[in-house]
């Protein structure tokens, strides 16, 4: 748990004590300890460190220079922040940096001091994002590696984290609130990390059980005899090349307020995609366990949101899970599968297959809670990365203002997206000549025309689509984002959720 304290730093002990700095125009960074002031002259007029944001320096005070009217901590890190008027991304770096910079150490207590010239508002994003970049900094998966593969890289850890701030109060609430996204985050990437082997359909059933017991939240998993039975053609279809059974999570929130909106949100949970009888190449195939990271980001905000309990917003996460495998009884290309809403398809990729389980999940969901608004979030198609790349989320909607603040939201918090457009052109590509839908609409465009699938299950219901394929790992690389799965979408849903209104 961080904590947040008004005490000035100063005064106080400590083993390790962080200061953010201003990069002056000409001059060494100032401190509020003179002993790191004089400290920063000198390694400035040395041309070391100035102040530039990312920089970092790390050193240590001999016993002889500590004491009464001295400094009182042992080991110092001075965090850079620049010359420009730092935004919240800056300060989430610059706890990811501070993360990093203390990775081996072994820090009992690691105090911050808070920059104190910001203004309130300002003040309290800046802490929420430092906190947030200090928790996903500090992420790690070695669950299956022996001490000789982590090689003494294994983090000794910090035992307790203090910010300090002359206004702490009026951050008490937002660290938190920092604390738990970045934490849902950190969930999302543990599910991502697992092996296929070790995180199947039956473990997002499994973890959707237990939120529901340990947070109070309404769970209910639909199993594969009840798909049969209401006609969800789509999971059924996908999941015939696999011995593992299917599993729909449905985890629900009800917020104090009696008559809440609801959200609903949805996530492709394919533990793996093999691309079935329309087998992928083999190259980086082993990737494809991370084809349930849109599944992974909804099970982390459903765990948030039952920990921040927004008021005046219901949400309903709901997680389609199956493997995509060829089998003897996979499905084929041509195959014709109806969805739960009616809609009939014709399967001309089987590779195709997130759209398909994302269908009946989304008609469901519409059907059975009338949802305000729904978004739904997947790694659906090759496409987004060849549009995109690796730095921005595909965001595409139905609806304009729901768009707009996912945008921004996504701006903010160092998640962002770039909305592509929908429309009845496009929609011709997916015609077929004998059931209502095609599942691909050939190369062109691909991203647009899977979305625009999803489409034909939501109805008139606001919605959004983010299409994470470029992000959801491999996105780029920062002090607080690793190399593999990211947990990309987890904080801006949870965002959208705490200012729903
Ligand atoms: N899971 C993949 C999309 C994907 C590819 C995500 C690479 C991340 C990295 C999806 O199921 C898929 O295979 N889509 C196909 C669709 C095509 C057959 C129309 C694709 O994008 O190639
Ligand atoms: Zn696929
Ligand atoms: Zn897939």
């Not at 599944?295 to 949400?315: D, F, R, T, W």
Request: one cysteine or more; a neutral charge; glycine letters at 12%.
């Amino acid at each position: 748990m961080i904590k947040v304290s008004s005490q000035p730093l100063r005064a106080l002990g400590g083993d390790t004590v962080v200061y953010l700095v201003r990069q002056p125009e000409s001059t060494a960074p100032a401190c509020p300890d003179r002993q790191v002031s004089i400290y920063l002259e000198e390694v400035f007029s040395l041309g070391d460190f100035s102040g530039k944001a990312d920089e970092k320096l790390l050193f240590y005070l001999p016993a002889a220079s500590r004491g009464k009217g001295k400094s009182k901590s042992v080991r110092f890190l001075v965090v850079g922040l620049g010359s420009e008027d730092p935004d919240s991304e800056l300060f989430r770096k610059s706890g990811g940096e501070i993360a990093k910079a203390v990775a081996r150490l072994k820090v009992g207590k690691l105090r911050i001091q808070m920059i104190e010239e910001e203004s309130g508002a300002h003040l309290a994003e800046s802490a929420k994002a430092l906190a947030e970049g200090l928790v996903l900094g500090t992420y790690r998966f070695d669950k299956y590696k022996g001490k000789e593969s982590i090689n003494g890289e294994e983090p000794k850890g910090i035992q307790e984290i203090i910010i300090h701030s002359s206004r702490a109060q009026a951050l008490k609430k937002v660290v938190a609130h920092g604390e738990f996204a970045a934490m849902a985050v950190c969930a999302a990437r543990d599910m991502a990390n697992e092996p296929g082997n070790f995180w199947t359909p039956s473990d997002f059933a499994r973890m959707g059980r237990e939120l529901a017991e340990k947070h109070g939240l309404a769970c209910k998993i639909i199993e594969k005899a009840a798909m049969k039975k209401m006609g969800m053609g789509g999971v059924i279809g996908v999941t015939q090349g696999s011995a593992q059974p299917p599993k729909m999570v449905v985890l629900e929130y009800r917020s104090s307020g009696r008559k809440a909106p609801t959200l609903l949100l949805v996530g492709k949970g394919i533990t793996f995609d093999s691309g079935g009888i329309s087998l992928k190449p083999g190259a980086g195939m082993e990737d494809m366990k991370y084809d349930m990271c849109g599944g992974a980001a909804v099970m982390a905000v459903m765990q948030a949101v039952a920990e921040l309990k927004p008021g005046g917003v219901n949400v309903v996460g709901i997680v389609p899970a199956t493997e995509n495998l060829p089998g003897p009884e996979a499905l084929k290309p041509g195959d014709v599968i109806t969805h739960y809403n009616g809609k009939t398809v014709e399967v001309i990729n089987t590779d195709a297959e997130g759209r398909l389980i994302l269908a009946d999940a989304l008609a469901y969901g519409v059907d059975k809670f009338k949802p305000t608004a729904v978004v739904d979030i997947a790694t659906l198609t090759g496409a987004a990365i060849i549009g995109l790349g690796h730095h921005r989320t595909a965001l595409l909607s139905n609806d304009d203002t729901l768009a707009e603040r996912l945008l921004a939201i996504g701006d903010n918090c160092g998640e962002p997206c770039w909305r592509l457009p929908l429309g009845e052109d496009y929609k011709k590509q997916l015609k077929s000549e004998i059931a209502d839908l095609k599942n691909i609409g050939g190369r062109e465009a691909g991203t647009i025309t899977a979305a625009i699938f999803l489409q034909q299950f939501v109805g008139d219901t606001r919605w959004a689509h983010l299409d994470i394929a470029g992000t959801a790992w491999n996105f780029t690389e920062k002090s607080y984002i690793p190399k593999g799965p990211s947990g990309v979408g987890v904080r801006t849903l949870i965002e959208l959720i705490m200012n729903w209104e």
